[in-house]
């Protein structure tokens, strides 16, 4: 059996050590000792005790990351330096992918083909993409007129608060410290309460290359009254980068007044999944797999409408529920499973609700809607769902559900499935299936979303931009574009009148 022995763990010991706060370069304690659990959502068990950062310790952290910018010696570092350090960081990431993918795959719960092939080798290059980065921040030159010299500084913005979900844990990491170290931010970084451990084993990789004290500063525990909230009421942090639930989104903004510290969300999604008759549909049923069960359905850009043209209905929900009911579910360790448990706990509940609600609206069970009994009851596991006949004004079709739960809308013309993708609050990703171009272009000019994929889904690269329109938050993650997240731009005029 491919299942990784506890004896193969190659982060059995780790999970053994203390897991400390990292401020200014130290390890420490958080205020008064207190820690937290973190528990393997394939059996329930405790994982390790974890240091519950209070606001106390994260405004510690922020004063070390305040102090590490103004008087550090990574304000004065070259360019190249920074690239230095960020590509050994990758480099050493990269050598330790087997370990990270295990520790990432307890934690989260989620395949270990997925935590090896799909986070790591994306986490890497995400900070391989912003090493380069680092010595090609320019500013530009002004001929306003004869009498001055005018030009820009591309400058960081200072100190950077970086909140980040449990979906994808170290990835989530890596969007945000990529960009924020390769402008020359410093930062503190507050990882998600359910799966605080791949950031904390990366705080030890990123004080072995040798980021400057300070630099780096990572604070584990809760959000609200805690030190997520506290980060992002703070004044001293220039900017808060989060990314989240949309609820928790509009309460980080509204915690930014005080200072009016620049923000940018990356928030939740309600993807329209789009199938005409004219496309390849053996395609077009892997990508709605891949769209709605990638990681248990815990995707901000999940396909989760799937609107399917009638004349191929029953055929491609034939294939679907097909390839479906054969997926393996299981522990995240094994090899073999292609859907592992939800995240915590919580998280089930939630979907269950979920479940309740579209069959009370009437939308059609065709398979999944509960948990797997016997070796798989411990854990936190909801058997992936398809719900048929699903119409765009129910709540499985509005809410983002983060689960594996799919809800599937027949249309008839291209104009009503065009009207029905946008009438969401969210504006993450879409995607079309069809063989035709023009339709292909049409609807992804007219899709409100920062990504749409055609006959693709889930496709993505440090060089492409994302994030959202509407509800589904603002500012652009990776690419050139989160440049803009992470610098200032100052003019100077210099007076060369004669
Ligand atoms: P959440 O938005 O509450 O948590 C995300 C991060 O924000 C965590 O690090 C958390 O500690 C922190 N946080 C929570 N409240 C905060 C506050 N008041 N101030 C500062 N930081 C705070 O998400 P949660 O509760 O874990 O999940 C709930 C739902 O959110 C999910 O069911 C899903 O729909 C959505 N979600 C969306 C994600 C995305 O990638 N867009 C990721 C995670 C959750
Ligand atoms: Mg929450």
Request: with cysteine; charged share 25%; proline share 5%.
């Amino acid at each position: 059996m491919a299942v990784v022995q506890e004896r193969e763990l190659l982060c059995k010991d780790w999970l053994k050590t203390p897991k400390k706060l990292l401020i200014d370069g130290k390890w420490v304690d958080a205020q008064g000792g207190k820690t937290f659990e973190t528990r393997n959502p394939a059996d329930d068990e405790v994982l390790a005790r974890v240091a519950e950062g209070s606001k106390e310790d994260a405004d510690k952290a922020v004063k070390a990351a305040r102090k590490a910018y103004e008087e550090g010696p990574w304000r004065k570092m070259a360019p190249a330096e920074r690239a230095r350090l960020l590509y050994k960081l990758a480099d050493e990431l990269e050598k330790r992918a087997d370990e990270f993918a295990q520790l990432e795959t307890l934690d989260n719960g989620k395949p270990i083909k997925e935590s090896r092939w799909v986070d790591l080798p994306q986490a890497v290059e995400t900070f391989r993409y912003y090493a380069g980065w680092c010595t090609k921040l320019e500013g530009e030159t002004i001929n306003v007129n004869s009498n001055f010299f005018t030009y820009t500084l591309r400058e960081p913005v200072g100190v950077v608060a970086q909140i980040i979900p449990w979906n994808f844990p170290l990835l989530m990491a890596a969007w945000k410290l990529g960009p924020a170290l390769a402008c020359g931010n410093t930062l503190v970084l507050k990882p998600a309460e359910q799966t605080p451990l791949t950031a904390l084993r990366l705080g030890e990789l990123i004080c072995e290359v040798g980021f400057p004290p300070g630099v780096v500063n990572i604070v584990t525990g809760f959000g609200p009254d805690a030190a997520g909230e506290a980060l992002s009421k703070h004044m001293d942090v220039d900017k808060v980068a989060f990314t989240g639930e949309d609820k928790t989104g509009r309460l980080i903004v509204q915690a930014s007044t005080g200072n009016l510290k620049r923000v940018s969300l990356e928030l939740g999604g309600k993807a329209p999944n789009i199938v005409f008759a004219d496309a390849d549909i053996d395609a077009a049923v892997k990508g709605a797999i891949t769209g709605i069960f990638f990681n248990q359905g815990q995707v901000c850009c999940a396909g989760s409408r799937l609107f399917l043209e009638k004349s191929i209905h029953d055929e491609f929900m034939t294939k679907l529920t097909d390839r479906v009911s054969k997926m393996r579910q299981g522990p995240g360790l094994d090899e073999k499973t292609q859907i592992g448990p939800q995240v915590s706990r919580e998280q089930v509940e939630r979907i269950m609700g979920y479940v309740q609600a579209g069959q009370k609206e009437g939308a059609k069970l065709v398979c999944g809607g509960e948990r797997p009994q016997g070796d798989l009851a411990k854990g936190y596991f909801v058997k992936p769902t398809i719900f048929d006949g699903v119409n765009n004004n129910m709540k499985i079709a509005q809410e983002e559900i983060f689960g594996p739960v799919l809800s599937v809308l027949p249309f008839s013309s291209m104009e009503e499935v065009a009207e029905q993708a946008n009438k969401v609050i969210f504006g993450l990703s879409g995607a079309v299936w069809t063989r035709d171009i023009k339709k292909a272009h049409k609807l992804a000019a007219h899709i409100k979303a920062g990504t749409v994929w055609i006959n693709c889904f889930n496709v993505f690269d440090p060089q492409v931009p994302f994030g959202g329109y509407k509800m589904s938050g603002y500012g652009r993650e990776l690419g050139k574009h989160s440049i803009e997240l992470y610098t200032n731009v100052k003019s100077v005029w210099v007076n060369v009148a004669e």
